[in-house]
């Protein structure tokens, strides 16, 4: 797996404007404009606080769920995985002394390093010049909740894969997946906003371990125990996707019959 990573990596730099606009330059743009909401939300309401937290604690919110989400997100290997299934190239894979699973995995992992390190160069920069509240030394925790999601993710994408061996065309459910989860992670607005039942359902989830519960750990709203209660939401979710994804991939090598590359 390692040196799948650092395929993807050495694959990364080869084309250094493509990585510095999906690093640097999306993100920046997407922060920019939640940020932009937030401002305007405040302004029209008057307000100075909302449920508990100053506008400043939003403005940090959005910049830093811009950048994360980023990182906890996998639909370009999803779709590598779902084109390889539906044209056969499945067929390479297979033989090699590494399983489907682990190759994507140590790309997946291999180009989520490379990128993270440079992504987050800029809403640390930013923070310290608006003098925003977050908590630097709380990053390393955050990161390593939203490594251990990246798994379960990978697990998703292994279930919408294993179904191109039955259907065919279905790189719309990536689309659908990545719009729900959207939603779920707490990307669009703070989980923790929500009215109840709602709001405890949706943090209790391991998708607001992707964004709601590391940004929300960095910049106040949520304690180490959610965090630790994060981790623990995101392995009863592997565990249940990958007896899903075991099962899928499984029933559908029975049937492929590998005729392509």
């Not at 690093?23 to 743009?29: D, E, W």
């Not at 002394?97 to 160069?121: D, N, R, W």
């Not at 061996?165 to 279905?170: H, Q, S």
């Not at 989860?181 to 371990?209: C, R, V």
């Amino acid at each position: 797996m390692l040196g799948c990573a650092r395929l993807a990596a050495l694959q990364q730099l080869e084309y250094r404007f493509n990585l510095i606009a999906d690093t640097m330059i999306q993100p920046f743009i997407v922060g920019l404009v939640e940020i932009t909401l937030w401002v305007a939300f405040f302004a029209s309401t008057g307000r100075a606080e909302l449920v508990g937290f100053s506008r400043e604690s939003y403005l940090a919110y959005a910049l830093w769920a811009a950048f994360i989400s980023r990182v906890s997100t996998s639909w370009m290997y999803e779709s590598m995985m779902i084109e390889d299934v539906e044209s056969g190239n499945v067929n390479a894979v297979l033989v090699r002394p590494i399983s489907f699973f682990e190759y994507y995995l140590g790309q997946l992992m291999g180009y989520k390093v490379l990128t993270t390190a440079i992504s987050l160069m800029a809403p640390i920069a930013i923070c310290l010049f608006l003098d925003l509240p977050v908590d630097m030394t709380r990053l390393p925790v955050a990161l390593a909740l939203v490594f251990y999601y990246l798994i379960l993710v990978h697990l998703i994408s292994m279930v919408i894969a294993s179904l191109g061996f039955f259907f065919t065309r279905i790189h719309h459910l990536t689309v659908a997946k990545n719009i729900t989860l959207w939603m779920l992670t707490g990307e669009f607005f703070p989980l923790d906003i929500a009215p109840e039942p709602l709001k405890s359902i949706l943090i209790a989830l391991p998708f607001s371990s992707a964004v709601f519960r590391p940004v929300g750990y960095m910049t106040g709203r949520v304690s180490l125990a959610s965090i630790g209660e994060g981790f623990v939401s995101i392995t009863i979710g592997i565990v249940i996707v990958g007896v899903v994804a075991t099962y899928l991939w499984n029933a559908g090598r029975k049937r492929y019959s590998g005729t392509g590359a």
